[in-house]
């Protein structure tokens, strides 16, 4: 049986889309816990998110928490079990490299804290860039990349830099140390073995979204 390490702890290789799915059900039993909710079912949570209950189910069953018959699941220990087991109690130490617009709204986002993601330093090239802080992190010339990563002891680097520049960065990254990529560049970056990449790409998000309005519009028109 494949398996994977979550504090130092083996436990079954989860898969991909229960992995994205788990921040949905996060996302609205956390709304729960903030209205003081104390339990809740799995056809509870369905109904909320237009995700089949006996999916829910099986997603949660990974956690080995198990819910009250005809009660459901406590809110308190269901968010609590989710938040530990996608790592978001944890910080893992960042480095952003590309500090422009996107970049720089990534570092400013401190909300990505609250889901263990802490970016230390942002690298660029740009001179009237480099030397400035966002929300009190700072940002260094590329060429200190190696040492400043070493010194901040972070593993994960994210790409925010122009397509043109995105495998050079990434290289830089990787050979600097890093463990981890998060490409936000829509350019398919190839990584050495051993290395975690995961591609966030606005502009396909955008082209399909584009694509499913159009088919709406054509559809309206039809029936008009």
Same mark, same amino acid.
């Given at each position: @049986?494949?398996?994977? #390490?979550?504090?130092?702890?083996?436990?079954? @290789?989860?898969p991909?889309?229960?992995?994205?799915?788990?921040?949905?059900?996060?996302?609205?039993?956390?709304? /729960?816990?903030?209205?003081?909710?104390?339990?809740?079912?799995?056809?509870?949570?369905?109904?909320?998110?237009?995700?089949?209950?006996?999916?829910?189910?099986?997603?949660?069953?990974?956690?080995?928490?198990?819910?009250?018959?005809?009660?459901?699941?406590?809110?308190?220990?269901?968010?609590?079990?989710?938040?530990?087991?996608?790592?978001?109690?944890?910080?893992? +130490?960042? =480095?952003?490299?590309?500090?422009?617009?996107?970049?720089?709204?990534?570092?400013?986002? +401190?909300? /990505?804290?609250?889901?263990?993601?802490?970016? &230390?330093?942002?690298?660029?090239?740009?001179?009237?860039?480099?030397?400035?802080?966002?929300?009190?992190?700072?940002?260094?010339?590329? &060429?200190?990349?190696?040492?400043?990563?070493?010194?901040?002891?972070?593993?994960?680097?994210?790409?925010? =830099?122009?397509?043109?520049?995105?495998?050079?960065?990434?290289? @830089?990254?990787?050979?600097?140390?890093?463990?981890?990529?998060?490409?936000?560049?829509?350019?398919?970056?190839?990584? #050495?073995?051993?290395?975690?990449?995961?591609?966030?790409s606005?502009?396909?998000?955008?082209? &399909? @979204?584009?694509?499913?309005?159009?088919?709406?519009e054509?559809?309206?028109?039809?029936?008009?």
């Amino acid at each position: @049986m494949a398996t994977d #390490k979550l504090n130092g702890n083996l436990r079954p @290789m989860i898969p991909e889309p229960t992995l994205r799915r788990l921040p949905w059900y996060l996302a609205y039993i956390s709304l /729960l816990r903030s209205q003081n909710v104390g339990y809740v079912s799995s056809t509870a949570i369905g109904k909320a998110i237009n995700v089949d209950s006996s999916q829910i189910a099986k997603d949660l069953s990974v956690l080995n928490i198990k819910g009250k018959t005809r009660i459901g699941y406590e809110v308190n220990a269901l968010e609590a079990a989710i938040k530990n087991f996608l790592g978001f109690t944890a910080s893992h +130490r960042a =480095v952003m490299m590309g500090v422009g617009s996107l970049g720089a709204a990534l570092i400013a986002d +401190r909300g /990505l804290q609250r889901f263990g993601l802490d970016i &230390v330093a942002g690298f660029d090239t740009d001179p009237s860039i480099i030397g400035n802080t966002i929300k009190g992190v700072p940002v260094f010339d590329t &060429v200190e990349l190696k040492p400043r990563l070493k010194s901040y002891d972070a593993g994960i680097g994210i790409v925010a =830099v122009p397509v043109e520049r995105a495998q050079e960065a990434a290289d @830089m990254l990787m050979d600097a140390g890093v463990h981890a990529l998060w490409n936000f560049t829509p350019f398919r970056i190839a990584v #050495k073995p051993g290395i975690v990449i995961e591609n966030t790409s606005i502009y396909a998000n955008l082209a &399909v @979204m584009y694509s499913r309005l159009s088919a709406c519009e054509a559809s309206e028109k039809e029936k008009s």
